[in-house]
């Protein structure tokens, strides 16, 4: 009976750190839509969901990971212009 006290407490104790995560990630994907498209927008959209509620999701999700796919571009864009500026520079 301990035993399975402690596999159920292990459990949840994953359980909740698993949503901590998603809830994370979520308000990561929700910030990278509104830098992405500005609040504004954000409120126009919102105001739109009573029309098609369902849509909200995926759209939000769609500009999130746009926002966040732009991030990674440009980062890595600039490191390989970082790199490059270092290879043809002559250092004395």
């Given amino acids: 009976?301990?035993?399975?006290?402690?596999?159920?407490?292990r459990m949840r104790s994953r359980l909740e750190a698993?949503?901590?995560r998603m809830a994370t990630q979520a308000g990561a994907v929700y910030?990278?839509?509104v830098s992405l498209i500005g609040l504004?927008?954000?409120?126009?959209?919102?105001?739109?969901?009573?029309?098609?509620?369902i849509a909200l999701p995926f759209i939000v999700l769609a500009l999130g990971v746009t926002y966040l796919l732009r991030d990674r571009a440009t980062n890595a864009w600039r490191?390989?212009?970082?790199?490059?500026?270092k290879s043809s520079d002559p250092s004395p």
Avoid at 1 to 9: E, G, P, Q, Y
Avoid at 79 to 85: G, P, Q, S, V, Y
Wanted: charged letters at 20%; proline letters at 3%.
């Fill in 31 to 33: 910030l990278g839509a």
């Fill in 40 to 53: 504004e927008a954000v409120a126009i959209l919102l105001t739109f969901t009573s029309a098609w509620p």
């Fill in 1 to 9: 009976m301990k035993k399975s006290l402690s596999i159920v407490s």
């Fill in 18 to 20: 698993l949503t901590w």
């Fill in 79 to 85: 490191r390989l212009r970082r790199a490059r500026n």
